[in-house]
C-alpha cells in the first residue's frame, strides 16, 4: 500500500449525495481477476453512453478534471454494496483522497485498507472546498495527513478528524501485510532456526 | 515437564513467529498451494505494492477449478474468463517465479492431490492454499488450513499467517470397518452425526483403529471433508504408512535429512493425557455404506433407509429438509435404492486418487453402465491418469461405458465445461452437494467409489454389498 503524507492536487466536484458504489464501480466489472485496472471503468454508467462514448458533462470527462486526485463529494459517499472494487477503481483512476460531509461504513474502512484516505468536514469547509473544486486546475487543494488538515487555495485551513491507528498505518503505508513485515526480522530468525531444526522443510 | 500436547498443539508450536498481546499469533507457512480462481487479487496486489513473493520454493501452482478436462485444453479453452484465470496464474507463476505445474505437465491435477504426490505435503508442517478442501493435507499429520484471497497475498508476501488458535477435538473411529465400508462413509457418518457446523472452532484429530487400517489415499478422503463438518483443519498422526507414503517422492528429503525428519515426525503424536475439548466417537461396526439425501453434506443416511420427511426434524432445519426435498425431487419414505440417476461422477480432491479408481474399476470390471446412464471418471492428476491407464483401469471404466478424462476438479464444482443439465441427478464422489454446485439445477447424492460404481451398473443408488455379493 502507498503511504499517504501529503497531497496537494485537482479535486473533482460532485455535489450529488449518495453516491452508492454500484455507481462507482458497476457490477459487471466484479468479474475481473484483477484489483487494478478498474480506473477505466469507474463511474461507469454516468461516465459513458451505452456504447461507450464519453459523456461529454460528467465532470472527469472534462478537460480540467481528468487527472483529478481528489474528490469532494455529497452527504454519504459510498453507500450500498461492500464491493472492494470501489475503492479499487478510485485508486486505479489515481484518487487518494475524498472528502464528504459522511460516508458509509463499510466503503469508509475499505479505503484506509487501499491507502485512500477519506476525510469528514462539516457542512461549510464542504462547500467551501466544493467551490474551490469548481475551478479545476485553477485551484489545487492540500491534504496534510499528519497534521490532519485540508487546505483550499485561498489558504483557509480545515482540521480534521482520523483514527491515530488508521493515521499510523496510512502514514507509513502499512496494510496487514505491511503490519506483518514490520516483524521480518522475526520471520528471518524462524526462518533461521527453522532452517537448523527442520532442514528438510 | 511440559503439559502432555495434542498434535495439533505440537505443530502449532513448532510454528508461531510472534505472538501479540492479545494472543493472535503469526504463524509460519511451509508450504503454500496456490491455484487459479483465487490468487489473480493477490498477484495482482503484489504487483501494485511491488512486493515479491518471500519464499517461492515453497509456494506451488497448479490451474485445476477451471480447466476443461477434454483433450486441446492446452492450446485452447473455450470459456473466456475461465482462460484468462487460467493465464494469469501462467504469468504470475512464472513472474514471481514459484514452482509452477501447467497444464501440458504430465504433473498437473487437482492441488490437493499433487502436493502428496510430489512429496510436498510432510508431517509437521503448515500448509495453506486459497481453497477450504486443503484439510486433505491433514493425512500426514501436518495442519493445513484454505485461506481467503487476502491472506492468500499476505502468505505470498511474508510467508506467514495471522493466525488464533482453534480448539482441539478428537474424532476417534474404533474398531473395524464391515465389507463395503469406505473412508468416504467414515468421513459421512461424521458429518452426520456432528452436522456442518459440529467442528466449528475446531481442529479435529482423527484417530482410532480404523483410521490406523486405512492407507493414505483414505485418510486423506477423511481429512478431506473435515470442512463439511465446519472444522478448519483434520489431522491424522503420521506413522509407518505415512513415511513409506512419503519416501522417495521428488521432494521428500533424502539421505541424511530424511533421517532427521524421520526421527522429528516420530515425536508428532498427541501426549498421553492431552486435552481435548470435544471427543466424538464412533464404533467403525456401526459404519454402513451411506450416500446424501439433501442438499448439505450432513443429509446422510445409510443406503438401506428412506427418504426423510421435513418433520422429521427440528427447528430451522424443517425448512431446510423441505427445500433439500423440493431442489432434490424427492418423496419422503421413498427407499434410497429407488432414486434413479443420470450421471455417474467419478473423481475430485476427496476420491480422484489411485486407490479411488483402483476400486471403482473393480466393481464396475466387466460390467457395463446402465442404459441412459452417462458416466464419468476425472484422475486427480495427470500422473494417477497415467498409473491408471498403466494398471488397466482405464480400459475398464472404458469397457464399461465411462468418459475417460483429463485430470481437474471437473463437475466437483462446475466451474469448467462440466455440469450437470438442471434437474439431472448424479451419483458423484466429491464433497459438496449444494444448490448447483455441479451446475445450474443439478442433483447431487454424495458417495464412495465403489457406490457411485454400483449406482452407474443398476441406473439406481445401490448398495454395493449387493454387487460384491454377485459372483462376476
Ligand atoms: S475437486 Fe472440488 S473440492 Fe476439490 S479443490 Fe477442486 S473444486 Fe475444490
Known amino acids: 500500500m502507498d503511504k499517504f503524507t501529503t497531497l496537494t492536487g485537482i479535486a473533482a466536484p460532485m455535489p450529488l449525495v449518495n453516491i452508492d458504489t454500484d455507481m462507482i464501480i458497476p457490477k459487471q466489472f466484479l468479474k475481473t481477476i484483477k484489483r487494478s485496472g478498474l480506473g477505466v471503468n469507474l463511474f461507469d454508467e454516468m461516465r459513458y453512453t451505452p456504447d461507450g462514448k464519453e459523456i461529454p458533462d460528467f465532470v472527469l470527462n472534462q478537460p480540467a478534471w481528468r487527472e483529478s486526485q481528489i474528490i469532494v463529494a455529497g452527504d454519504n459517499f459510498g453507500c450500498g454494496s461492500s464491493r472492494e472494487h470501489a475503492p479499487w477503481a478510485l485508486l486505479d483512476f489515481g484518487i487518494r483522497c475524498v472528502i464528504s460531509t459522511s460516508f458509509a461504513d463499510i466503503f469508509f474502512n475499505n479505503c484506509f485498507k487501499n491507502g485512500i484516505l477519506p476525510v469528514v468536514l462539516p457542512q461549510e469547509a464542504v462547500d467551501h472546498l466544493m467551490d474551490d473544486a469548481k475551478k479545476g486546475a485553477n485551484a489545487r487543494i492540500t491534504v496534510d495527513l499528519e497534521n490532519q488538515t485540508v487546505s483550499a487555495s485561498d489558504g483557509t485551513s480545515f482540521a480534521f478528524e482520523v483514527d491515530a491507528f488508521k493515521k499510523h498505518c496510512l502514514l507509513n503505508g502499512l496494510d496487514d501485510i505491511g503490519l506483518t513485515m514490520e516483524k521480518s526480522a522475526a520471520i528471518d530468525a524462524f526462518e533461521r532456526a527453522n532452517a537448523m531444526a527442520r532442514p528438510w522443510a | ?472
Open chain 2, 1 to 472: 515437564m511440559t503439559a502432555p500436547r495434542t498434535l495439533y498443539d505440537k505443530i502449532w508450536d513448532d510454528h508461531v513467529v510472534h505472538t501479540s498481546e492479545d494472543g493472535t499469533c503469526l504463524l509460519y507457512i511451509d508450504r503454500h498451494l496456490v491455484h487459479e480462481v483465487t490468487s489473480p487479487q493477490a498477484f495482482e496486489g503484489l504487483r501494485m505494492t511491488g512486493r515479491k513473493v518471500r519464499a517461492p520454493e515453497k509456494t506451488i501452482a497448479v490451474p485445476d477449478h477451471n480447466v476443461p478436462t477434454t483433450a486441446g485444453r492446452e492450446t485452447h479453452i473455450d470459456n473466456e474468463e475461465s482462460r484468462i484465470q487460467v493465464e494469469a496464474l501462467d504469468k504470475n507463476a512464472r513472474e514471481f517465479g514459484v514452482v509452477y505445474y501447467p497444464v501440458t505437465d504430465i504433473r498437473q491435477g487437482i492441488v490437493h492431490i499433487v502436493g502428496p504426490e510430489q512429496g510436498w505435503t510432510l508431517p509437521g508442517m503448515t500448509v495453506v492454499c486459497g481453497d477450504s478442501h486443503t484439510a486433505t493435507h491433514g493425512a500426514f499429520g501436518s495442519l493445513a488450513h484454505g485461506i481467503g484471497t487476502s491472506e492468500v497475498e499476505h502468505v505470498l508476501a511474508t510467508q506467514t499467517l495471522i493466525q488464533k488458535k482453534s480448539k482441539n477435538m478428537k474424532v476417534e473411529i474404533t474398531g473395524k470397518l464391515r465389507p463395503g465400508v469406505t473412508a468416504k462413509d467414515i468421513t459421512l457418518a461424521v458429518i452426520g452425526k456432528t452436522g456442518t457446523a459440529g467442528g466449528t472452532g475446531y481442529v479435529i484429530e482423527y484417530c482410532g483403529e480404523a483410521i490406523r487400517d486405512l492407507s493414505m489415499e483414505g485418510r486423506m478422503t477423511v481429512c478431506n471433508m473435515a470442512i463439511e463438518g465446519g472444522a478448519r483443519a483434520g489431522l491424522i498422526a503420521p506413522d509407518e504408512k505415512t513415511f513409506q507414503y512419503v519416501m522417495g517422492r521428488p521432494h521428500a528429503p533424502k539421505g541424511a535429512k530424511w533421517e532427521a525428519a524421520l526421527a522429528y515426525w516420530k515425536t508428532l503424536f498427541t501426549d498421553e493425557g492431552a486435552h481435548f475439548d470435544k471427543v466424538v466417537t464412533i464404533k467403525g461396526e456401526d459404519i454402513a455404506p451411506v450416500v446424501t439425501w439433501g442438499t448439505s453434506p450432513e443429509d446422510v443416511l445409510p443406503i438401506t433407509a428412506t427418504v426423510p420427511a421435513a418433520e422429521d426434524f427440528e427447528g430451522g432445519k424443517v425448512q431446510a429438509a423441505q427445500r433439500s426435498l423440493d431442489y432434490m425431487g424427492l418423496t419422503p419414505g421413498m427407499k434410497l435404492t429407488d432414486i434413479r440417476v443420470d450421471a455417474v461422477f467419478i473423481g475430485s480432491c476427496t476420491n480422484g486418487r489411485i486407490e479411488d479408481l483402483r476400486a471403482a474399476a473393480a466393481i464396475l470390471k466387466g460390467r457395463k453402465l446402465a442404459p441412459g446412464v452417462r458416466g464419468m471418471v476425472v484422475p486427480g492428476s495427470g500422473l494417477v491418469r497415467l498409473q491408471a491407464e498403466e494398471e488397466g483401469l482405464a480400459q475398464i471404466f472404458q469397457d464399461a461405458g465411462f468418459e475417460w478424462r483429463l485430470a481437474g476438479c471437473s463437475m466437483c464444482l462446475g466451474m469448467n465445461p462440466d455440469q450437470l443439465a438442471p434437474g439431472e441427478r448424479c451419483a458423484a464422489t466429491s464433497n459438496r452437494n449444494f444448490e448447483g454446485r455441479m451446475g445450474r439445477g443439478g442433483r447431487t447424492h454424495l458417495m464412495s467409489p465403489v457406490m457411485a460404481a454400483a449406482a452407474a451398473i443398476t441406473g439406481h443408488l445401490t448398495d454395493v454389498r449387493e454387487i460384491m455379493a454377485e459372483a462376476v
